[in-house]
């Protein structure tokens, strides 16, 4: 693949095995979270989740016309009782971007080749106690390389949408230990990086409670920056079950219903408007349909 300007022997040696091992670390996380998930599918009270427990479905893709290797990735898929819609989803891409896009991206100016692998979810619930949730994880390369990522919770009822409710306070905490082994400041760096990226400037307000997010990780230690990306997973698959564990047994009503479907579309205006993985993906020539599949199964507008 010529997706990095050219290196010394040892050096194109040392970034391709650094690669691989990222790429290696999302595809392993990818099947603990869809492990966990299908457990929690199985676990769904029957009273108020009536049907056979979902199950993901993995769907290769490919990159490109196919006249040439782009990369690819698997499109994982679970449409469940518990789980309304939910996408674990995995890819390793690599090529040029595009002159005009090459200018926004850091250190693609000079070269446009780059690579990126990551992992990247959504949870949709059917249970509107149950919040939602985004995660994703990333390594990408230009002529410089770093590690970019985060969490963030995603309630859709409005008791639930304070930072001193359980959950948001339980995810959070999860989030700080995960950045305090590595760097006290990490937290309120990236807890403030979080509040103001997921942020709906047209309607002044917050998709969510928050959690973490940063980007260009790049501290001169890669070790230790790929060592914090993995406990920003680790901590994810840790706290999220837990949460949807406490919360799946809590009976909803048609309002909670609604409260839920217009707080999903709050979700879709900030994946079509701001967010930069959307840009990306669709960029760079990704799958569309796992681009958009972040997308909430129902939503309102009223």
């Not at 890819?91 to 896009?101: D, R």
């Not at 930072?163 to 950045?179: G, L, R, T």
């Not at 930069?276 to 009223?302: D, Y």
Request: charged share 30%.
């Amino acid at each position: 693949m010529s997706s990095q300007p050219a290196a010394s022997p040892v050096a194109a040696a040392t970034l391709e095995a650094r690669r691989e091992e990222a790429r290696i670390w999302f595809e392993g996380l990818r099947d603990r979270i869809c492990a966990a998930f299908e457990a929690l599918e199985d676990e769904a009270p029957a009273d108020l989740y009536p049907g056979e427990p979902g199950r993901f479905e993995l769907t290769p893709w490919k990159r490109g016309n196919g006249s040439e290797d782009l990369g690819g990735g698997v499109m994982g898929m679970m449409r469940g009782r518990l789980f309304e819609k939910v996408g674990v989803h995995c890819s390793t891409v690599y090529g040029s971007f595009s002159p005009e896009f090459a200018k926004h991206v850091r250190g693609a100016a000079e070269d446009p080749r780059f690579f990126a692998t990551g992992i990247s979810l959504i949870a949709h619930m059917r249970n509107p106690h149950v919040p939602a949730v985004h995660m994703n994880t990333r390594f990408i390369t230009t002529t410089v390389s770093w590690f970019g990522g985060g969490m963030d919770l995603n309630p859709t009822q409005d008791y639930q949408r304070r930072e001193d409710f359980e959950d948001a306070k339980d995810f959070h905490a999860a989030a700080k230990d995960a950045c305090d082994t590595h760097d006290p400041a990490y937290f309120e760096k990236y807890k403030k990086w979080c509040d103001e990226y997921f942020w709906l400037k047209h309607r002044s307000e917050p998709r969510g409670v928050g959690g973490i997010f940063y980007d260009h990780l790049d501290s001169g230690n890669h070790d230790a920056d790929f060592a914090f990306t993995r406990d920003v997973g680790e901590a994810f698959l840790e706290i999220y079950p837990e949460i949807v564990a406490r919360r799946m047994d809590t009976p909803w009503s048609d309002a909670d219903r609604e409260e839920q479907l217009i707080r999903r579309g709050r979700y879709a205006e900030f994946n079509l408007l701001y967010d930069r993985g959307t840009k990306f993906g669709l960029e760079t020539g990704g799958n569309v349909t796992s681009i958009l599949s972040s997308m909430p199964p129902e939503a309102k507008w009223p």
